[in-house]
């Protein structure tokens, strides 16, 4: 599902029920997190974790293990990175390389 500026509010929530993977960019980087911030707080309760691209770019594999695990009180998990370029380019394809049967 492709949002733009002008339809993000209403789709949000429909988004929220029926994807697991969000991607913001542009240039208005304030817009951007402004789009995230809105998923959260409609995806709720949620275990958060929080990553860099350069941390991801140091070990690729991080990004596919994390969304892989399960939170440690069987909470829903929020991955949130913040990135510029392709510095996450190895972490997505990892993670989009090996399924896992329920996921995403």
């Known amino acids: 599902m492709k949002a733009t500026q002008k339809n993000f ?6 988004a929220v029920r029926e994807a697991r993977i969000f991607y913001f960019c542009g240039p208005d980087e304030s817009g951007s997190s402004d789009a995230a911030a809105m998923i959260a707080r409609l995806v709720g309760e949620a275990e958060k974790i929080e990553f860099s691209g350069s941390e991801l770019r140091k070990d690729p594999a991080r990004l596919a293990d994390e969304a892989r695990s399960v939170s440690l009180f069987g909470d829903k ?21 090996s399924p896992v049967a329920g996921w995403p």
């Open 9 to 14: 509010a209403a789709t949000a929530a429909k």
């Open 77 to 97: 998990r929020l991955i949130q990175i913040r990135c510029t370029g392709d510095e996450i380019y190895d972490s997505v394809e990892a993670l989009v390389a």
